[in-house]
């Protein structure tokens, strides 16, 4: 059984940064394309960032160039770096574990809440 723990969540200013961590275990990690999904208060879940099991990476246009997504296959860990935070940056994000074939659901960590704020 997967399990997706987060943690690295909290409140921070604007301007401030903050990585979030997701450990897994439960699959082989490596095979595993990764994301990082958010949802606000009363909105829909979206993807913020993804990397896949060779290293490519991809963006939402809102984060480009200030979040970046990264994976150490030897921890079984995917990073999201967050750099100068805007409020609207605030949400729950989630680590998010591709399945490796059709069919089978996605896994999802339990969602750790991010709060930009003076």
């Known amino acids: 059984q997967v399990q997706l723990v987060e943690s690295g969540g909290g409140l921070v200013q604007p301007g401030g940064s903050l990585r979030l961590s997701c450990t897994a275990s439960?699959?082989?990690?490596?095979?595993?394309?990764m994301g990082w999904y958010r949802q606000a208060p009363g909105g829909q879940r979206e993807l913020v960032a993804r990397?896949?099991?060779?290293?490519?990476?991809s963006y939402a246009d809102s984060v480009k160039d200030r979040f970046t997504i990264s994976r150490d296959n030897a921890k079984n860990t995917v990073y999201l770096q967050m750099n100068v935070l805007k409020p609207e940056d605030t949400s729950v994000y989630y680590c998010?574990?591709?399945?490796?074939?059709?069919?089978?659901?996605?896994?999802w960590g339990q969602g750790t809440q991010v709060t930009i704020s003076s």
């Open positions: 998010n574990m591709r399945a490796l074939r059709i069919g089978i659901p996605d896994s």
């Open positions: 439960g699959s082989p990690f490596s095979l595993h394309t």
């Open positions: 990397i896949t099991s060779g290293g490519s990476t």
